[in-house]
């Protein structure tokens, strides 16, 4: 569907500007990704379910790089800087956004399935946030590194306490 929209200007351009498209889709994506995260990680479990869910499963993956793509098809093309201004009147679809599209962009990368629609995924992110606030969602994504280096700060300390 993001193929047609993409070679179709018109197209996108009325899915754009009908209103409850953007806010439905981002719905849709959201729900998707959270019903992702929500399954066991543990890789055995996963094997243990039944293959009906396994199915599903899959399917939501299909769904929801199906609708990144699609976002990113209507958004980049036609508003990717008011794109909060779509998003304002339909109560909790900023926040349903900046959830879905960060989990995608910086956990998505680790699991490897959303490996694929990560960049897309930060574009959008990117589209909907300011830059502060865009550094802010990034430096959470950051902390491993800052406590180690944490970790290596105080190691110093106590070594140089050590001396005295």
């Not at 599209?101 to 992110?125: I, N, W």
Request: glycine share 8%; charged share 25%; with cysteine.
């Amino acid at each position: 569907m993001s193929e047609l929209v993409a070679g179709h200007v018109k197209g996108s351009k009325i899915l754009h500007d009908s209103g409850f498209v953007l806010p439905r889709l981002i719905g849709l994506l959201a729900n998707e990704i959270e019903y992702y995260y929500a399954r066991p990680t543990d890789s055995q479990q996963r094997y243990k379910t039944p293959l009906s869910n396994r199915g599903l499963t899959n399917l939501s993956i299909v769904l929801s790089k199906s609708c990144v793509r699609l976002l990113h098809a209507i958004i980049m093309r036609h508003s990717p800087d008011t794109l909060s201004h779509y998003l304002s009147p339909f109560p909790g679809a900023q926040q349903a956004h900046n959830v879905a599209m960060t989990r995608l962009s910086f956990g998505g990368e680790s699991e490897g399935v959303f490996v694929d629609v990560a960049d897309m995924a930060r574009d959008l992110l990117e589209a909907a946030v300011s830059p502060e606030e865009g550094d802010g969602i990034w430096s959470l994504f950051q902390w491993g590194e800052d406590m180690q280096d944490n970790d290596d700060e105080e190691e110093d300390d106590m070594a140089f306490m050590d001396l005295e």
